[in-house]
């Protein structure tokens, strides 16, 4: 039973233009959801957190937007740009008990 | 050096065989992590531990074993390796949250465990 899904395996874009990665979620008591990078042979690193109780948190040039009606969540960056190539992971996690529950990761190209 | 770090970064092994992922920082975190990723699935918790001499179990913990007598390490331990243990195993860490709010994991490079 996977709580935490992303569909897309894999997604191309151009340099410069708006990468959407997306997310769906099944339970409704997440308190927070995150999107990870990960590079190849590397651990994954933190980009970016939002709460249960909002819809949209910006860093730069990475915002994630919360649909709670929906269960969906999207992590949009703009420009994109070619360093951006990677496997970007959801997760989420419930009562802030620390258990991170992982969606299987989007791999990133970015053409230039 | 500072922050977190696992060996070995590969290890092959043969079914049967006792193995042991080490896993290292120096942050003073109070929470560590050990989790494995495998093809088409996201990263899955095995253990975890609020504290020195605290653990406890998460999504899949069967076959693997953890202590934790100081904070900064925490060894994983396949007591008797099997074939569907060969996956990519990563530790992390975390320092803990005050009310609602969320501290983000710091994850290790990674061990690459092959199980023959």
């Known amino acids: 039973d996977q709580q935490v899904k992303q569909n897309s395996p894999s997604l191309s874009v151009q340099e410069g233009r708006i990468s959407i990665l997306n997310c769906d979620y099944t339970n409704s008591m997440f308190d927070y959801f995150l999107w990870y990078k990960k590079y190849p042979a590397e651990g994954p690193t933190f980009l970016i957190s939002i709460s249960s109780i909002k819809d949209k948190n910006e860093d730069g040039r990475f915002t994630v937007f919360l649909n709670k009606s929906a269960k969906h969540l999207s992590l949009h960056i703009v420009p994109s740009q070619p360093g951006d190539s990677a496997v970007y992971f959801c997760?989420?996690?419930?009562?802030?008990?620390?258990?991170?529950?992982w969606g299987a990761g989007t791999k990133l190209i970015i053409k230039p | 050096d500072a922050g977190i770090t696992q060996s070995p970064r590969y290890k092959i092994t043969e079914t049967g065989r006792q193995v042991t992922l080490m896993c290292h920082q120096t942050?003073?975190?109070?929470?560590m992590f050990w989790y494995r990723q495998d093809l088409g699935h996201g990263l899955r918790l095995i253990y975890y531990s609020a504290a020195a001499d605290i653990t406890d179990k998460g999504e899949v913990p069967d076959g693997y074993v953890v202590s934790r007598s100081k904070t900064e390490n925490f060894p994983l331990t396949l007591e008797s390796a099997t074939r569907s243990q060969t996956s990519v195993y990563f530790c992390a860490s975390s320092s803990p949250a005050g009310g609602l709010s969320y501290n983000e994991q710091f994850f290790g490079p990674g061990t690459r465990l092959t199980v023959l």
């Open positions: 942050w003073s975190h109070s929470y």
């Open positions: 997760a989420a996690i419930k009562d802030s008990n620390y258990q991170l529950i």
